[in-house]
């Protein structure tokens, strides 16, 4: 299958009309995705829908029909009993497109026990090397497996780090306001919150573990 180059992941958390339409515009994704009742929200933006799924029990008989007669969404129908949300198999068949990068709205807000089982689903890709993002109004969450160089963006002030492992080692710092060098950030610990990027470029390296990249600002 030929590899292609992004893909957007809608799922049922809180999500603005007007933020999903924006992010769709400036993503220019090649192929959208949309969980269950996140097609309301992908039909109330009015973006385009490649493959809608879940079990559908969270969106209107109205909207489903819309898109059973629109041809080109392809919908796909799981049981409302089983073992796997439907966020989980709608990352895992985002996954199976094989694309260089999913970027995830609808992740957060709501229920806790989703938006939270939703963080850990950032695992899914990592471990096939796609880089994967998922973005609200006021937060970009990455999980990291490897160093990597952040820019400076005025519009997301601040950078913090948990670990996804019981422990992340070696991790150094260089370029933001509070640096570490080859420091160990444990599970539970709130060290690595509200950084800022001092210099154009910064670097986030370390030599064991996972961790989570937030990027965060306050909304005015």
Same mark, same amino acid.
């Given at each position: ?85 439907? &966020? ?35 695992? +899914? ?15 970009? +969450? ?28 070696? +991790? ?29 470029? &910064? ?10 990249? +937030? ?6």
């Amino acid at each position: 299958m030929q590899r292609m180059k992004n893909l957007l992941l809608v799922l049922g958390g809180t999500l603005d009309a007007l933020f999903l339409k924006e992010c769709y515009e400036k993503m220019q994704p090649h192929f959208v995705v949309a969980a269950d009742g996140a097609l309301e929200k992908v039909l109330a933006a009015g973006i385009p829908c490649d493959c809608g799924m879940g079990d559908f029990d969270t969106v209107s008989k109205d909207v489903l029909c819309h898109f059973e007669e629109d041809q080109n969404t392809k919908l796909l129908s799981f049981p409302p009993e089983k073992d796997e949300t439907d &966020a989980e198999l709608a990352v895992q068949f985002a996954v199976d497109q094989k694309p260089d990068k999913i970027w995830i709205l609808g992740a957060t807000g709501g229920r806790m026990d989703h938006m939270l089982g939703n963080l850990e689903l950032l695992h +899914i890709p990592l471990t096939k090397g796609i880089e994967c993002e998922i973005i609200d109004q006021q937060n970009r +969450i990455r999980l990291l497996d490897r160093p990597i160089v952040l820019e400076k963006m005025d519009d997301w002030k601040y950078v913090s780090f948990l670990s996804y492992t019981d422990q992340t080692q070696g +991790i150094t710092l260089k370029g933001f306001v509070y640096t570490v060098e080859n420091f160990t950030l444990k599970k539970g610990s709130t060290r690595c919150i509200s950084n800022e990027i001092c210099d154009e470029k &910064a670097t986030v390296s370390f030599t064991n573990g996972l961790l989570y990249c +937030i990027r965060s600002r306050d909304l005015r």
